[in-house]
């Protein structure tokens, strides 16, 4: 079992920035792959950044130059840098962990990017 929090979303400017926290925690050991997804009202959920194991990054097209996905395996989190933020990336943020059996899903964070 492995626990999922996320933290960090909130409202900014256009042009401004956020850095998503993702916590994780129980079996750990387990994760091959974390990755963030967002959706937006009236939106299907869609995969924004990955990082494997092994420290292979993968970008959404929509945030590639802009996002950042680092991790920090010492204390098993994750986190995604977002700047020059634009309103479409107004969503909720989703932290997502990969195991062989399945997946784990955090409760998600907010991001609202307005004037």
């Known amino acids: 079992q492995v626990h999922v929090v996320e933290s960090g979303g909130g409202l900014v400017q256009p042009g401004g920035s956020l850095r998503l926290s993702c916590g994780t925690s129980g079996s750990v050991s387990s994760i091959w792959r974390m990755a963030w997804y967002r959706q937006a009202p009236g939106q299907r959920r869609e995969l924004v950044a990955s990082?494997?194991?092994?420290?292979?990054?993968n970008y959404a097209d929509s945030v590639e130059g802009r996002f950042t996905i680092s991790r920090d395996n010492a204390n098993n989190t994750v986190y995604l840098q977002l700047n020059s933020l634009k309103p479409e990336d107004t969503a909720v943020y989703y932290c997502?962990?990969?195991?062989?059996?399945?997946?784990?899903w955090g409760q998600g964070t907010q991001v609202t990017v307005s004037s």
């Open positions: 997502n962990a990969k195991t062989q059996y399945r997946d784990y």
């Open positions: 990082i494997t194991n092994g420290g292979i990054t």
